[in-house]
């Protein structure tokens, strides 16, 4: 039910990238009063530091139907829905334009930085008329003053890049990893392009084992080939490979096998040093280099530059004065979390979910997109996109259409790697080519997360940020 006491404020909603602005693009198709505020001076800020990447996942798993039907009214065409585009295209071609249409581009406030969101005039401690006060938003300007805006209801798809896992093992950063900051990039440095003299002819260790170190290492792989002298090392914390390299060519997205493929083939090769079972506990100077020693006392020597590939965790700090219940280790919503625990949900399983599950005591605030799930690696797209419309048919009173399920979801029948590094859901690893020499295979673990979906979920590509299991 609509907020009576105050159904004039508008809906803030935190962060454009495409989950914000496709929440923006549903008020707007509903008639209901928004605000977006976006820290960065353009909308998917973010994306645009892995806009280099090519995605896995094809244009017709990319969009929103409420969106794409506001963007055909102003001549806008459609992508072909089988191609694949990078970071940057999926930008010029589907979120800025969303973002430049009239009845959304006047409710932008860019380079607007939340700082922290909070009832008006209350604290998480008081009780009394909370329900009905409505949220206040404490916001840094592009002039470096601070702004306070109402809104009576608050939808957060701010995201996670900014807040990257450390390169240490334990959830902080290892010793020296702050002293040495210059020398690590977190997430895809655009090694082939921008960034290709800091890797070109150095010895750059990877750490991390999901889609995002794929990608670093495959254009590592490709500056090798170019610029001798160029050494590989790839650290990752599982002892095991299990299905680390992913489906390979039974993967029903063919660009995501390939990925693993490829990236086997290398390790195989041993153009790419691969070691398992490394934690990272410090990092020191030697001379001009630096060293990765290992919680076992092993050293990766000799190293120019880390590229820290460890994913990435919601930042809280700007809603502590909000009464939300977390996961206490994901950090997710509580009622979401049991959903998608890496943990127990190895095989990229994804349950339909909206409002009911991302709702928080603290009524009509959700978090939405990536920073819904916490420090869950495998975050969709196209699961984003339900969310807001779920979210939105609840803030506007529709609560039919709040509980409706309306996500069409592509079968794949392929499973993913899990946090263990064992393998799941078949008798045999999904791709046939052998084990790196080495390494030994993890046996087939029986009876995992694909055994145990209940029917409504369905196997889906994993088609945002690159991001997967592992």
């Known amino acids: 039910m609509m907020n009576p006491t105050s ?32 820290a960065g001076n353009t909308v998917g800020s973010s994306i645009r530091e892995w ?32 191609r694949l585009p990078t970071g940057g295209e999926f930008l010029d071609d589907f979120v800025a334009p969303l973002a430049s249409l009239p009845s959304i581009s006047p409710h932008l406030r860019l380079g607007h930085r939340v700082l922290a969101v909070t009832r008006r005039g209350m604290d998480k401690v008081k009780t009394a008329g909370r329900e009905t006060a409505p949220f206040e938003i404490i ?30 093992a334990g959830g902080v950063p ?8 210059s020398r690590i990039r977190y997430g895809i440095p655009d090694i082939l392009d921008r960034e290709r003299d800091r890797y070109a002819g150095r010895r750059t260790l990877v750490v991390g084992s999901g889609h995002s170190a794929f990608n670093a290492l495959l254009d590592l792989a490709v500056a090798a080939t170019q610029a001798p ?67 076992d006392g092993r050293r990766l020597e000799g190293l120019d530059q880390l590229i820290a590939a460890t994913g990435f965790r919601p930042e809280l700090a700007l809603t502590r004065e909000l009464r939300l219940r977390l996961d206490p280790w994901l950090e997710a919503p509580e009622a979401l979390a049991p959903l998608i625990d890496p943990n127990l949900h190895s095989c990229g399983t994804v349950y339909p979910h909206g409002e009911a599950e991302l709702a928080h005591p603290e009524r009509d605030f959700y978090v939405a997109g990536m920073k819904s ?11 984003g996109y339900e969310q807001v419309r779920s979210v939105v ?27 263990a590094g064992g393998s799941c859901c078949s008798g045999e690893d999904a791709d046939e080519e052998p084990a790196p020499a080495g390494v030994e295979r993890s046996p087939t673990a029986g009876g995992c997360g694909c055994g145990t979906a209940p029917p409504a979920a369905r196997l889906l590509p994993t088609i945002s940020m690159e991001k997967c299991c592992g």
Do not use: M
């Open 174 to 181: 290892a010793v020296g990893e702050a002293e040495h900051r």
């Open 393 to 419: 048919s609840r803030l506007v009173g529709d609560e039919a259409g709040a509980r409706r399920v309306e996500l069409v979801l592509p079968e794949t029948g392929v499973c993913r790697t899990d946090l």
């Open 229 to 295: 002298g160029t050494e590989i090392v790839w650290a990752v914390r599982r002892s095991e490979v299990g299905l680390l390299f992913g489906g390979g060519r039974k993967d029903a997205l063919e660009a995501r096998g390939a990925l693993g493929t490829r990236l086997r083939r290398l390790v195989t090769s041993q153009a790419i040093e691969f070691v398992t079972d490394f934690r990272i506990a410090r990092i020191h100077g030697d001379g001009d280099r630096v060293v990765a020693e290992g919680d």
């Open 373 to 383: 799930y916490g420090r869950a690696p495998t975050f969709l797209l196209l699961t």
């Open 51 to 82: 806009a280099h990447v090519r995605l896995f996942s094809p244009w017709k798993y990319l969009t929103d139907p409420i969106a794409v039907r506001l963007l055909e009214a102003s001549g806008w065409r459609a992508p072909n829905p089988e």
């Open 139 to 168: 916001v840094r300007e592009p002039e470096g003053g601070t702004a306070r805006f109402l809104a009576r209801a608050v939808i957060d798809a701010s995201g996670t890049w900014l807040s990257p896992n450390p390169l240490g």
């Open 7 to 38: 159904p004039h404020l508008p809906v803030a909603i935190i962060g454009a990238g495409p989950v914000g602005l496709v929440a923006a693009a549903h008020l707007a198709a509903k008639g209901h009063p928004w605000l977006v505020f976006e």
